[in-house]
């Protein structure tokens, strides 16, 4: 699915093109890198950034796509995956995931990455995960968040947004 030469947002164009959403990605003069900055650029309330935070277990990589007002809960995290969270580093990130910090998203993977949704996000009708790059998003609702995100379950490991 990736080519050598293509940049991660281009990547997700790709992706989104088959279902014909393409044209539904945001892209921002302005960097949406962190979740702040994301809802600056969208003028949303920050709670509804899909943020998705890059983990290793058991050296796998694995994403989970919360809420931007959500963080991750040591213990829960714990109970779920059996092991303390260990964050990818930059560097694991592109070469893992495939996208960079900032635009890490759960569209147009490399293989072998595993999608969670946390529950923090089934209280909004859309959300707004980022499309690859520090400075784009899509508006997508629940059921279209499951559907091209390929995530695998939901999960409960944050705290702070209920």
Known sequence: MKGPNLMAIEQVKAYFEQFGLAERIQEFEVSSATVELAAAALKCEPRRIAKTLSFMIDGQPILIVAAGDAKIDNPKYKAQFGTKARMLTPDEAVSLIGHAVGGI????????VTVYL????????????????????????IPELERYSTYTAWIDVCKGWD
């Open 105 to 112: 998203c759960p569209f147009a993977l490399n293989e072998g």
């Open 118 to 141: 946390d529950r923090s996000l089934q209280r909004f009708e859309t959300v707004f995960p980022a499309c690859g790059s520090g400075n784009s998003a899509i508006e997508l609702t």
